[in-house]
């Protein structure tokens, strides 16, 4: 007993230098607060019916487009937006996967985005599509060379093809 009440001090000690390391650490990395609005097209958009349900189809699509900022930080404002995107949709419900690059000159911030679409039916049978989910900044080039981050989005259809979304994160460039 008395082994391990002496060593006490030592373990508090121990515990109290890793979380003044730790918090210092998080304090030293600066959290940038970003939004903007991303509005694209598919230029590429394959589909597959996998037959065993009404209306369940698998999709590969690639869009493109702008990204335009909408937050107190010109963050890729005017950056050109390129989104690969995996979806399992039936009646066009169902988990996305996405990797969107935002480039702009010789930056560029890519995102890993993962979330869910959801279908209403309109008064003429047209499904209206909305989606959300959350995104991790994966890598960057230039001036975001080391992003790192996170954060959320929402969006919608405007045709068969055509898409808005509103994104919001922040980031920080790990030295």
Same mark, same amino acid.
Request: hydrophobic residues 35%; aromatic residues 10%; glycine residues 10%.
């Given at each position: 007993?008395? @082994?391990?009440?002496?060593? @006490?001090?030592?373990?508090?000690?121990?515990?109290?230098?890793?979380?003044?390391?730790?918090?210092?650490?998080?304090?030293?990395?600066k959290?940038?607060k970003?939004s903007?609005?991303?509005?694209?097209?598919?230029?590429?958009?394959? !589909?597959?019916?996998?037959? *065993?349900? =009404? *209306?369940h189809?698998?999709?590969?699509s690639?869009?493109?487009?702008? $990204?335009?900022?909408t %937050?107190?930080n010109?963050?890729?404002d005017?950056?050109?937006?390129v989104?690969?995107?995996?979806? =399992?949709?039936? !009646?066009? $419900?169902?988990?996305? !996967?996405?990797?969107i690059?935002?480039? #702009?000159?010789d *930056?560029?911030?890519?995102?890993?985005?993962?979330?869910?679409?959801?279908?209403i039916m309109s008064? =003429? %049978?047209?499904p209206?599509?909305? &989606?959300?989910g959350?995104?991790?900044w994966?890598?960057?080039?230039? @001036?975001?060379? %080391?992003?790192?981050? $996170?954060?959320?989005? #929402?969006?919608?259809?405007i045709?068969?093809?055509?898409?808005?979304?509103?994104?919001?994160?922040e980031? &920080?460039?790990? #030295?």
């Amino acid at each position: 007993m008395d @082994r391990l009440t002496s060593k @006490r001090p030592i373990v508090l000690a121990a515990i109290v230098l890793l979380l003044t390391v730790s918090v210092t650490s998080l304090k030293a990395q600066k959290l940038t607060k970003v939004s903007g609005k991303i509005t694209v097209a598919a230029e590429v958009h394959e !589909q597959m019916s996998i037959g *065993d349900v =009404d *209306d369940h189809t698998v999709t590969f699509s690639v869009f493109e487009g702008t $990204n335009a900022s909408t %937050g107190s930080n010109k963050f890729m404002d005017g950056a050109h937006a390129v989104n690969a995107a995996y979806s =399992d949709l039936v !009646q066009y $419900n169902g988990p996305h !996967q996405t990797y969107i690059t935002l480039s #702009k000159k010789d *930056d560029a911030a890519i995102a890993k985005c993962q979330g869910k679409n959801t279908a209403i039916m309109s008064p =003429d %049978g047209e499904p209206i599509v909305t &989606f959300e989910g959350t995104f991790s900044w994966l890598a960057g080039t230039g @001036r975001f060379k %080391g992003i790192q981050g $996170n954060g959320t989005y #929402k969006g919608q259809y405007i045709s068969p093809k055509i898409y808005t979304v509103e994104w919001e994160g922040e980031y &920080f460039i790990k #030295k």
